[in-house]
Every structure is written in C-alpha cells, then in structure tokens.
C-alpha cells in the first residue's frame, strides 16, 4: 500500500509453477542457531514434500532440511520444527502446482470483460486472461495478512508509478499498479511464501511485476475472491 494522493508487445504464454516451487527447495545460507530434535506434528508431511525419509521421527538431517526451508521462505522460528505454519506453506504450494494452466477451471474469474487480471486468495495465485484465453501465469502471489486483506471484488486499475515509494510504510513499491485505493500490484524483494503476508498489496515477483506492467493499463479489469488461509 501506499501514497495514492497523485493520479497520474503482448507476451502469450503459460507461467506455471513448477520452476517457482523448484527454486522453493533450493539450498538456503546456513545459519547459527541451533535445530531443534523434537519431532513436529506435520513431521510426515514435512519430510514427504523435502523428499525426506518418511517415518515420522525428526533426525539431523531433516531439521537441516525443513531449516533452509524456512529460512527461503522467512517462516520464524527458523528451527527445523515440522510445524503447522511450515505445512501449511508447504500444502499451499501443493494446491498452487495441482492447478497447472487451468486456473479459472472453477469459472469464478469473469469471461465477459476481455483483458482482466484475477486473484484467487484462496490459493494465493494470479494470472491474466482474455475472455476464457489464458495470458500469463498462473503464479503465486502474497495478499493482504489478518487485519490488512485484500479486498475482494471487480475492480479497475486506475493509476500506475514504476517507481512509487510508499509514504505510509516508507519501502519502495516498484511496478505499482493500483486498483483498489492504497491497493495495488507490486514487486518485492521476499519469498511470495513469507507469513503472515501484505500490508493488502498484491505482492509478486520482479519478474511477474514487469510482466503485469507490460501486459496491463489504466482502465483493465482486476478481480479478486476467496479468502486467504488464515484471515
């Protein structure tokens, strides 16, 4: 969010999310602080997704592996504890990669308004469609937390600042576009997985948000349903 005072080559294609849930598994910088032995009650889950040995019993190695884990994504505390905050990340990414490029299957993103940019909070994913053609993603994003959500409904992005700063949260906004008052599409430099979310933003990827930026203009339709986990 931010200072909304000032009102000031197409690229087809599916971005799914295989490459991003790669990245997710990547080792992270090692860290001081120690890990924990005790065993968590997503223990399975947790070692099933890392490709872990799966018998429910945290080992050193395990902890090594769910620690990178949540030092990627800035899950805290960051001590090898199979948690359900850590699963709940992880069961998130399952649901995003199962969607593969259908992601208006449920039909909930309208058809009828040619180029319109939808967001599923539910699965904290975003993409760009023409009538029932798919443009660009599905990718995830990261919505609004508790007490900050992203408002739902049928919006128009009205004003765009490559290089807005925010003068409530003093932190630069790069490729905003806004739809919704202090709301906008924008990039950040943190995991999309990072808890508990925005300030109401939609948060992407500097990739995705130059994407968006080329792909979308004053007056395009955004839509926005669900609800994110946990708010």
């Known amino acids: ?36 032995t005790s065993t968590g009650p997503n223990q399975k889950q947790v070692e099933k997704f890392l490709g872990r040995p799966v ?96 408002r739902t409904g049928l919006k128009k992005i009205y004003w765009r600042h490559i290089d807005h700063v925010s003068s409530i949260y003093h932190v630069a906004m790069p490729y905003s576009q806004f739809f919704d008052g202090g709301q906008a599409f924008h990039s950040v430099g943190v995991s999309m997985w990072n808890p508990p979310g925005s300030h109401g933003c939609v948060n992407m990827t500097s990739t995705t948000a130059k994407k968006y930026w080329s792909l979308l203009k004053n007056g395009d339709d955004v839509y926005v349903y669900g609800r994110k986990p946990g708010t």
């Open 1 to 36: 969010m931010g200072d909304i005072r000032r009102r000031g080559a197409v690229a087809l294609g599916i971005t799914g999310l295989v490459a991003p849930l790669t990245l997710a598994l990547g080792a992270a910088p090692a860290q001081a602080a120690s890990c924990t």
């Open 55 to 150: 018998d429910g019993r945290q080992s050193s190695a395990d902890c090594k592996a769910i620690k990178a884990f949540q030092t990627k994504h800035g899950i805290t505390p960051n001590i090898g504890y199979a948690g359900p905050v850590t699963w709940g990340v992880m069961d998130l990414m399952n649901k995003q990669k199962a969607v593969g490029n259908k992601p208006n299957k449920d039909g909930k993103c309208p058809v009828n308004k040619g180029r319109i940019a939808c967001v599923n909070l539910t699965l904290q994913i975003s993409w760009i469609q023409d009538g029932s053609r798919l443009v660009y993603g599905p990718v995830p994003v990261r919505t609004g937390r508790n007490g900050y959500e992203t």
